[in-house]
């Protein structure tokens, strides 16, 4: 059997290797998800995922996923956090993420950067340039990354979604 310290360290070097660690470490594919991956220092401190809510609930649950998302980061002593939206709906993700993204800022966490993502194509929306940050949002393919590969030879699956795991 082998031991924990043998597991591979999975570096992320890009977005497209960051949106592919999030189903890597949750174990599946999140849909209609606020992901934060937090870090202390260089190391990985953990992901949290939560549903995003129901059209009609935003305002509603917005501000407290926010709060419970940032006051988790601190808890744990996290100086570094991506916010990560998986949604294929403009809104309510990008509200939910920059919510969550400016509780984490005023806490004193470091952002890496706030993404939202279909699944295909990915919206940074820290950056402010159309030259690398398109309106059609930057494709990637997060089967093809090197993260992926290596997770998959390291022997870590990921199911198709949350449902499957059951």
Known sequence: MADEDDEP???VRSVPDLLALVPVTLGFEPTESLVVIAAAGRYPGFTARVDLPPRGKVANVTGQMAEQMAAAVVSQGCTRVAVVV???RREPAETVATV???LVERAGVELYDVLRTD???????TCRGESCCPPEGTPYDPWSTP???QAAVAGRAVAPDRAALA
């Open 9 to 11: 360290v999975l570096r």
């Open 86 to 88: 998986f949604s294929r």
């Open 100 to 102: 969550t993204a400016d």
């Open 119 to 125: 699944g295909r194509r990915y919206w940074s929306m």
């Open 147 to 149: 993260l992926r590969a």
